[in-house]
Nanobody
Framework: VQLIESGGGLVQAGDSLRLSCAAS????????VGWFRQAPGKEREFVAS????????HYAGSVRGRFTISRDTATNTGSLQMNTLKPEDTAIYYC????????????????????WGQGTQVTVSS
């Protein structure tokens, strides 16, 4: 599976951004997709995940209610809609794909994911 993120950029606090993740090699209906982020000097952390069934989502507490994960199986593209951005959201955002045993699971650790994109920078100024 190859993943390519896009949509990052520099925004002000309170603004919105939409990140995209284009997948090739597998369809999103057979994999779980997740988003992680890594800020300078910090470990990579979980942001959100979507089950391979498409029916279940899981969010980190810091983004719940502000971020929305989704996918478009027609274009095999995943998305992360980020609203009401805060300076602490500044990080490199990574799209990842997992092959879970069950279609309803929403993996939330980086060790669950075998495939990663190259990352896209999101910078939120105050």
């Amino acid at each position: 599976v190859q993943l390519i993120e896009s949509g990052g950029g520099l925004v002000q606090a309170g603004d919105s951004l939409r990140l995209s993740c284009a997948a090739s090699g597998r369809t999103f209906s057979t994999i779980a997709v997740g988003w992680f982020r890594q800020a300078p000097g910090k470990e990579r952390e979980f942001v959100a995940s979507l089950s391979s069934s498409g029916a279940r989502t899981h969010y980190a507490g810091s983004v719940r209610g502000r971020f929305t994960i989704s996918r478009d199986t027609a274009t095999n593209t995943g998305s992360l809609q980020m609203n009401t951005l805060k300076p602490e959201d500044t990080a490199i955002y990574y799209c990842a794909a997992a092959e879970p045993r069950w279609s309803w699971t929403t993996p939330d650790t980086r060790f669950d994911y075998a495939y990663w994109g190259q990352g896209t920078q999101v910078t939120v100024s105050s």
